[in-house]
């Protein structure tokens, strides 16, 4: 069983800047597509930034040149940096993992399976 877990949430004022990071255990990380998700109160969750075994990113159009989704294989440690924080940005990050995939595939997933408890980040005006 796949475990993920978060740190680096936080509270920030706007134009600040924050660094996610999920742990992963149990998990052949280097060979799963990773991704995070954000939830704030009365909203759907929304994928923000994914990242592709082989490397391959993308992102929400919201956090396009202010979010930077990364991994580090050797750490099993996948991060998302985020930079000039808006207060719409506040919300629980989630990050998941998908099923195993060829390590070099740089296909997104379509799905994700395994999922973290989440970090909370607050950004007032």
């Known amino acids: 069983q796949v475990q993920l877990v978060e740190s680096g949430g936080g509270s920030v004022q706007a134009g600040g800047s924050l660094r996610l990071s999920c742990a992963a255990s149990?998990?052949?990380?280097?060979?799963?597509?990773m991704a995070w998700f954000r939830q704030a109160p009365g909203k759907e969750r929304e994928k923000v930034a994914a990242?592709?075994?082989?490397?391959?990113?993308d992102y929400h159009d919201s956090v396009k040149g202010r979010f930077t989704i990364s991994r580090d294989n050797a750490k099993d440690t996948m991060y998302l940096q985020m930079n000039s924080l808006k207060p719409e940005d506040t919300a629980m990050y989630l990050c998941?993992?998908?099923?195993?995939?060829?390590?070099?595939?740089?296909?997104?997933?379509?799905?994700?399976?395994?999922w973290g408890q989440g970090t909370q980040v607050t950004v007032s005006s």
């Open positions: 149990r998990s052949s990380f280097s060979c799963r597509g």
């Open positions: 990242i592709a075994a082989g490397g391959r990113t």
């Open positions: 998941a993992a998908s099923r195993l995939m060829n390590c070099f595939d740089t296909t997104l997933p379509i799905g994700y399976d395994y």
